[in-house]
């Protein structure tokens, strides 16, 4: 890490896209045992705090580089996030995660200053994540089970929640949970609890055993009676990037998907580095007049079919990106951001997991031994790709086009 050199926070997050690039390669060179141990990525999230690229994490007012909008960057950081994933996949959705929960509470959600300046310092000097413990076995969205009741002096939360991502090295989670007394979310039951993973009543289950995405430490966490104190807890949305106040149009959704479209993205560009470097340094040629497989003609086509593939949806996401930013300072059609966000999310998992689904094609049989882990990048890129289905948004982009039905509204993660 030595060629890397903090960067001191100025402007904007542009000038972190570079240390994202260095990170990407540090990162890869221990991605199969990251892979293979599924243990919490806890060197790479401390080489990222170490370059000081947490500073894309926090508004300006609290010494980061992002102004009152996100929004403003939200490019920038599609790219820094992308760089990340296809250095080590699980890496940058932990980070990612992190960023988008600590925007939030920095910049626009009731936690108190007292409370901000103390999670403030235990960040910067101690490098303390958040994770978001948000998800429940429920089948309509935002409906919980988890609960919580006024106590004296704050609150007391009991549940269960799911695939809290990075939990198993994070020191703090934020959750949804359902006040008591109250029906629903839609009767104005929805509270936010900041609460520490170390508290008395917290169990980490650690029970994340999946095919892919190993390494997020995405564990379910139950909360036994556990006490969160004022200053800590509050009502209603979250605020941060889940609006924009100037257009009053919620547009978390696209922003959200283009972030999970890097991630997925990185994966095919990390299996397409993996493929080369196996092609240049272990096949044989096919053709005794070439030197190596570099020449081979047939691969060669791959390769650039391959290439073009996540360059295209790379192209895509930086679109996507753009069109957030045209409808927060001008307004205009909601669908047309939908629809840029779902054009992103298709063509990158069409892109990586054809990439990483094709690489053992080209590397051969012995690349699939477990030294390699090659099959990490269709592994992971077929777990994210689950997190909605590919397969509703081609319809709802069809339907837009062919007939201008608006896609339902997907503003709101």
């Not at 009502?235 to 609006?243: F, P, V």
């Not at 790709?385 to 069809?398: C, I, N, P």
Request: contains cysteine; neutral net charge; proline residues 4%.
């Amino acid at each position: 890490m030595a060629e890397i050199e903090r960067v001191v926070p100025q402007k904007n997050a542009e000038q972190f896209v570079y240390v994202a690039q260095h990170l990407r390669r540090e990162f890869e060179k221990t991605a199969a045992e990251v892979d293979a141990s599924g243990a919490y990525p806890a060197d790479n999230m401390r080489m990222i705090h170490e370059t000081g690229l947490d500073a894309i994490c926090f508004p300006r007012e609290w010494g980061g580089v992002i102004g009152s909008s996100p929004h403003e960057d939200i490019e920038a950081i599609a790219e820094i996030i992308t760089e990340l994933s296809a250095g080590e996949s699980s890496t940058a959705q932990i980070f990612n995660v992190h960023r988008g929960l600590t925007f939030e509470l920095f910049s626009a959600s009731a936690l108190s200053n007292e409370r901000k300046k103390i999670l403030h310092r235990e960040m910067m000097e101690e490098d303390a994540r958040i994770c978001s413990p948000a998800a429940e076995p429920t089948k309509k969205r935002f409906s919980f089970q988890t609960s919580c009741k006024p106590v004296a002096g704050g609150v007391a939360v009991e549940g269960t929640k799911y695939f809290a991502t990075g939990c198993e090295g994070s020191r703090y989670g934020v959750a949804p949970v359902l006040m008591e007394g109250r029906a629903s979310v839609e009767e104005g039951g929805l509270h936010w609890v900041l609460i520490r993973l170390d508290a008395e009543g917290v169990t980490l289950n650690h029970d994340w055993d999946n095919m892919g995405q190993r390494a997020t430490g995405s564990s379910s966490i139950t909360f036994n009676n556990v006490f969160v104190p004022d200053g800590s807890h509050w009502s209603g949305s979250s605020g941060g990037e889940r609006s924009n106040p100037s257009a009053g149009k919620s547009i978390s959704g696209p922003v959200s998907q283009i972030m999970m479209a890097g991630i997925i993205l990185g994966m095919g560009l990390g299996a397409l580095d993996a493929m080369c470097k196996y092609i240049r340094e272990h096949v044989r040629p096919t053709n005794p007049a070439h030197k190596d497989q570099t020449e081979d003609p047939i691969t060669q086509h791959h390769i650039g079919r391959y290439s073009t593939m996540l360059s295209a949806a790379r192209s895509a996401n930086r679109d996507a990106a753009r069109s957030v930013v045209k409808f927060i300072r001008q307004g205009g059609a909601r669908a047309d951001v939908s629809v840029a966000m779902m054009h992103a999310k298709i063509s990158a998992i069409d892109a990586a997991i054809t990439t990483a689904g094709e690489l053992h094609r080209l590397c051969g049989g012995q690349s699939t031994g477990n030294k390699y882990r090659l099959d990490r990048f269709w592994r992971n890129a077929r777990t994210l790709s689950t997190h909605d289905s590919q397969d509703v948004k081609l319809r709802q982009v069809g339907s837009y086009i062919l007939g201008g039905v608006e896609p339902p509204a997907n503003f709101v993660t």
